[in-house]
């Protein structure tokens, strides 16, 4: 098969975990017979910096000609003082709604060798294995009208959190259809004791609840499920929630699996779908060789599996993370004190070299 990609490191750590994951990507891609032909192009703060956009043309269109989009992250402190429309971050906004990719799946797994990274006790994390379902091209990022207005000192600013029906539909039913093929339980969080879009939220995705009736339905508070997650997260299999809540709670769940760098996401629903790491450009680690490529080397896998339908692949990249994380191998994040840890690039060296071996003993069986 050809997987025709568009790269778009972006900026701090995002080029270091990218050029990781693409080298694990070309060896799996090697070992199984297939075609990798990723063009790389400018995103986020390296864009503004090289043509004064943080989401040029050319870059958009390598995107829609391409089988799948692969991120690193945007953003970082030189930035922070630009204009809302010329900041890295509304480049991946513009992004996520150009290419229509509404569902924004991430995964957050406590890998068994990962125990003992959790801030949280061992037999509290022991089986974490969730699905978070957000909503990305809604709510209060993307709601309309938005400003501040007034005098230094009087200043007022306003965003907007706005829903439609057909919006909360069309995620619900996504959620429900991957609660089929996991354990079939799914709670959906709002705020709808207090929020007018939340209680409309709870409102359809009860309706569509009931064409799913092989699926457990729960509803939480948003504040009280922060609570369930960090006292019983193993409970949670399916969580689906709007864009905002599901931002907050997904960074929450990488701090309970060991750490942010292990979390991966995939973007889909629309033209192209779009995989990142969930993390940003971590500014106070950039440049270093420090970071954590796990998550953007999973997010690779999530895009053999979902775009490419490639599942052995896919399943051939988890299980040398699984393998090289068994062997007792941490980037600086992971360690325990006192545990040695290993540069960015030593960790991606030793996800290929496993990735080559599962490759190869799959082939002899
Ligand atoms: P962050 O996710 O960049 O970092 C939070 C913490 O996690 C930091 O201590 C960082 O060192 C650590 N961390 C993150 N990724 C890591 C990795 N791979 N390995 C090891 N440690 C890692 O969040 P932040 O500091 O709040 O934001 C920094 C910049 O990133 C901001 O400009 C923000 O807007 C942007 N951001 C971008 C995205 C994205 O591109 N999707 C997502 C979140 C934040």
């Known amino acids: 098969m050809i997987l025709n990609i568009t790269a778009l490191p972006g900026d701090g750590v995002g080029p270091e975990v990218t050029e990781e994951a693409i080298r694990v990507l070309e060896t799996v891609a090697q070992s199984f017979g297939h075609e990798l032909r990723v063009t790389r192009k400018n995103v986020g703060g390296a864009a503004l910096l090289a043509s004064k956009d943080p989401l040029p043309t050319d870059t958009l ?12 992250a945007v953003g970082g402190p030189s930035f922070d003082e630009f204009p809302r429309h010329l ?5 991946l906004l513009r992004l996520r709604r150009e290419l229509g990719v509404f569902a924004n799946l991430r995964p957050a797994v406590l890998f068994p060798a990962l125990e003992d990274c959790s801030p949280l006790r061992p037999e509290v994390v022991r089986g974490t294995d969730m699905l978070i379902v957000r909503e990305l091209l809604g709510g209060l990022y ?13 200043r007022i600013a306003v965003d907007t959190m706005k829903y439609s029906e057909p919006e909360i539909e069309r995620i619900a039913r996504v959620a429900f259809d991957l609660a089929r093929t996991r354990l079939r339980k799914l709670t959906s969080i709002d705020k709808a004791n207090v929020l007018d879009c939340s209680r409309l939220w709870r409102e359809v995705v009860t309706r569509i ?21 960090a006292a019983r997260p193993a409970d949670f299999d399916v969580i689906l929630t709007e864009n905002m809540f599901g931002d907050i709670l997904s960074d929450q769940a990488g701090g309970i699996v060991g750490s942010l760098g292990m979390l991966a996401s995939a973007s889909t629903g629309g033209a192209v779908s779009l995989y990142e790491p969930i993390h940003g450009s971590a500014p106070d680690i950039a440049g270093q060789g420090i970071a954590n490529p796990l998550a953007a080397i999973l997010s690779h896998a999530m895009m053999l599996r979902y775009s490419f339908k490639l599942l052995a692949e896919a399943a051939c990249v988890e299980r040398a993370v699984s393998q090289v994380l068994d062997n007792g191998h941490r980037t600086r994040d992971l360690a325990r004190p006192g545990q040695k840890s290993i540069t960015t690039s030593d960790m991606g060296r030793l996800v290929v070299e496993a990735a080559k071996e599962t490759a190869a003993q799959r082939v002899a069986s």
């Open 142 to 154: 993307f709601g309309e009208p938005r400003y501040t207005q007034g005098d230094p000192g009087g």
């Open 61 to 72: 269109q390598a995107c829609f000609s391409s089988n799948a989009v692969l991120l690193g």
């Open 209 to 229: 609840g009931a064409d799913y009736s092989d699926v457990k339905l729960s509803h939480a508070y948003v504040d009280s499920a922060a609570m369930v997650l």
């Open 87 to 91: 900041r890295p971050e509304s480049g």
